[in-house]
């Protein structure tokens, strides 16, 4: 094997290697789901607090909003578990 085959074979071997740490970098984004809710979160967080400071009119509305619906599901649910202990 000649110095020049040895070198071309470093280089091959040192662009596979670096193609194997570009895959495994894909795939542990991918496939870490911890991580990946931890940014939708953090993501919402921001979009909440974005709206907030934007447009606190609308904010508190759809709190209120959300308060009524959870409110009503909460008062089916107990309604319905009623009806059925009577």
């Not at 071309?8 to 740490?21: D, F, H």
């Not at 870490?32 to 709206?51: C, F, L, M, P």
């Not at 959300?66 to 649910?77: E, F, T, Y």
């Amino acid at each position: 094997m000649s110095a020049q085959d040895r070198e071309r074979g470093v280089a091959e071997a040192q662009q596979a290697r670096e193609e194997l740490y570009d895959t495994l970098t894909q795939l542990q984004g991918r496939l870490n789901y911890a991580q990946r809710i931890d940014d939708s979160v953090a993501d919402a967080k921001r979009r909440i607090a974005a709206e907030k400071a934007q447009n606190p009119l609308r904010f508190a509305a759809a709190v209120a909003g959300v308060a009524v619906v959870a409110g009503l599901v909460v008062w089916g649910v107990a309604r319905a578990v009623a009806r059925r202990l009577d």
